[in-house]
């Protein structure tokens, strides 16, 4: 199956930034949301931000005012900028996608991965 794929993960202090990116394949249309989960170590995957492909974010209640979701569609890129950055935030941050390859719809399209870790 494709997959998205991610860059930008690494290792930062407390309160310091990244930004994560990530792209679909060419091979992929008609794109509705794209978005980024992340799992922390011994937890469930969770969603952090997804963003319409008219522009409309949304996020989680915990990274709400540090996290800015935002996305190129001609490029069939998504983008997350990190900013204060906390070690709770240690996860692997997956891109996530829905669309259509092949002439088949997928609900849901992922890449490999990027881990993040926050040190204190």
């Known amino acids: 199956q494709v997959q998205l794929v991610e860059s930008g993960g690494g290792l930062v202090q407390a309160g310091g930034s990244l930004r994560l990116s990530c792209a679909a394949p060419g091979s992929i249309i008609g794109i509705n949301d794209m978005g980024w989960y992340r799992q922390p170590p011994g937890k469930q995957r969770e969603l952090v931000a997804v963003?319409?492909?008219?522009?409309?974010?949304n996020y989680a209640d915990s990274v709400k005012g540090r996290f800015t979701i935002s996305r190129d569609n001609a490029k069939k890129m998504v983008y997350l900028q990190m900013n204060s950055l906390k070690p709770e935030d240690t996860a692997v941050y997956y891109c996530?996608?829905?669309?259509?390859?092949?002439?088949?719809?997928?609900?849901?399209?992922w890449g490999q991965g990027t881990q993040v870790t926050v040190s204190s």
């Open positions: 963003m319409s492909s008219g522009g409309i974010p």
């Open positions: 996530n996608a829905d669309g259509y390859y092949r002439g088949r719809y997928y609900d849901d399209l």
